[in-house]
């Protein structure tokens, strides 16, 4: 009896660790999924040698199309407007179906994103680096994980701290990896010094 006792405790030990190694696996997994990336569709224009700017971007050219009234929610008629107070941006940026949601005149609100009202939404903006007058985001290379970011939007302030900055390869598609779990701003533009690669910087609402 006592043997058998004893291979029972055993069998119960076996089980009891391997219910707590599923568990434990199951929550990482279920983090990493979370983590899981997102693609979107966005080729950041250059300038040509003669200091041209080529647009690029497929979602401009289908809003350039648009005809269409959009309510005027500030002085400018932005949707929103972006600060980042470490290098001394702030730049409204407007509706989507907007005209004016073209990345060769403004801030562009990519297709794809939420707004910053939506739980758990990712907020897409994208703009040029370059040196012409066009690069409001020429300075984002500045910017290191813990800084923050602010999205003023229908008279409220959501305030975002970066997390992740990394580079994707400039093919028209930007992998996006973000935990899905929470409200995140995610800004797009041409690498420094790089014309083969787009950063992306990753913030999540605080």
């Known amino acids: 009896m006592a043997k058998l006792s004893n291979r ?12 707590g190694l599923f568990l434990i696996t199951g929550n990482y997994f279920a983090g990493k999924k979370d983590k899981a990336y ?5 080729s950041l224009y250059e300038e040509n040698e003669g200091g041209e700017v080529v647009d690029n971007t497929p979602q401009n050219i289908a809003a350039a199309e648009i005809e269409t009234t959009v309510e005027d929610n500030s002085g400018e008629g932005y949707l929103g407007i972006l600060k980042i107070d470490k290098i001394n941006l702030e730049q409204g940026f407007y509706d989507k179906d907007n005209p004016a949601n073209n990345v060769d005149q403004n801030v562009t609100l990519l297709a794809p994103s939420n707004y910053p009202d939506e739980k758990n939404g990712n907020t897409i903006l994208v703009a040029h680096s370059g040196s012409s007058y066009l ?7 500045q910017l290191a994980e813990g800084d923050l970011a602010t999205v003023v939007y229908k ?25 899905r779990s929470k ?3 995610t800004l797009i533009t041409c690498t420094k010094d790089d014309d083969t690669r787009q950063t992306i910087y990753i913030a999540e609402l605080q």
């Open 135 to 141: 690069g409001y985001f020429k300075n984002l290379y």
């Open 38 to 42: 997102e693609k979107v569709s966005v």
């Open 155 to 179: 008279g409220k302030t959501y305030v975002y701290k970066i997390v992740n900055i990394y580079t994707d390869i400039k093919d028209g598609d930007v992998t996006i990896y973000r935990d």
């Open 183 to 185: 409200s995140t701003l």
């Open 8 to 19: 029972m405790i055993v069998i119960i030990a076996f089980v009891i660790i391997g219910i």
